[in-house]
């Protein structure tokens, strides 16, 4: 399937959707807390994203039940939100896609509930500076082997004594007008390799730093995934699109 690339008016119909995810995020993300269900951080994102005229494209997204991927410690993502609550010191990763006029933006923050723990502080720190490193070098003519190298570098550094694994089980995409398209971005990679970016493209960057061994396996309920060793894991997600001399971030508050 062709790589799309999206003119002006795209990108003005994506600033409207990223803006209503960030809203959604923001109302979760003050959320959790000890005590707080998945469940109720659930209803938060569909309620937010409903009342901007949205809809929660994660609801149904190939038969998933709920509004946003909410995923605890050892699960890294595709967490099925419900009645368990949070504990001090959980490490939460908040993730959905909300759709606005048929365009879709995706996100992902990770939160703690009360005091983070001394590693899970360092996995949600070093998950957004992955992230930010990424798009860092987004413009025309940078290959996706260039992203996913960024992204490695800046999670495998050891910074505080400390450096994670990114997560190679699952990646980002391209997304738009539907909710996942061509083509599939790798958190890991060289230089120069992959597809070529071009002004228009628009991506979902969204890696997964592991405090263990980046292995991971699928729960009985079919979406919940683990890491085998039950190391904890942090996401950053943002959706983007390609300009003529860089990035613009859609979903980032403001």
Do not use: Y
Not at 139 to 165: C, K, M, N, S
Not at 184 to 194: D, F, I, K, L, S
């Amino acid at each position: 399937m062709a790589i799309v690339r999206h003119g002006p008016e795209a990108f003005a119909q994506m600033r409207v959707a990223g803006r209503v995810a960030a809203g959604a995020m923001a109302q979760a993300g003050a959320a959790v807390a000890p005590g707080t269900s998945t469940a109720e951080i659930d209803r938060i994102v569909e309620a937010s994203i409903l009342a901007e005229g949205g809809l929660p494209a994660t609801k149904g997204i190939l038969g998933f039940p709920a509004a946003a991927c909410i995923s605890v410690n050892h699960t890294v993502c595709h967490g099925i939100p419900g009645a368990r609550k949070l504990a001090e010191g959980d490490l939460v990763k908040i993730a959905f896609k909300a759709q606005v006029d048929g365009w879709h933006a995706g996100i992902c923050r990770t939160f703690h509930a009360g005091t983070p723990t001394p590693r899970g502080r360092l996995l949600a720190l070093r998950a957004e500076r992955a992230l930010a490193a990424g798009l860092a070098v987004l413009r025309p003519g940078v290959t996706l082997g260039d992203l996913g190298h960024a992204i490695q570098q800046a999670a495998e550094a050891r910074v505080e004594g400390v450096g994670f694994a990114v997560l190679r089980d699952l990646g980002g995409h391209g997304i738009g007008r539907e909710f996942f398209m061509e083509p599939h971005v790798a958190h890991h990679g060289r230089p120069g390799e992959g597809d070529v970016l071009e002004e228009g493209m628009f991506l979902s960057v969204q890696p997964i730093l592991v405090a263990g061994k980046p292995a991971t396996k699928t729960l009985p309920d079919g979406w919940s995934v683990v890491t085998r060793d039950r190391a904890w894991s942090a996401q950053a997600e943002d959706t983007v699109g390609i300009t003529a001399d860089g990035v613009e971030v859609f979903t980032r508050p403001g």
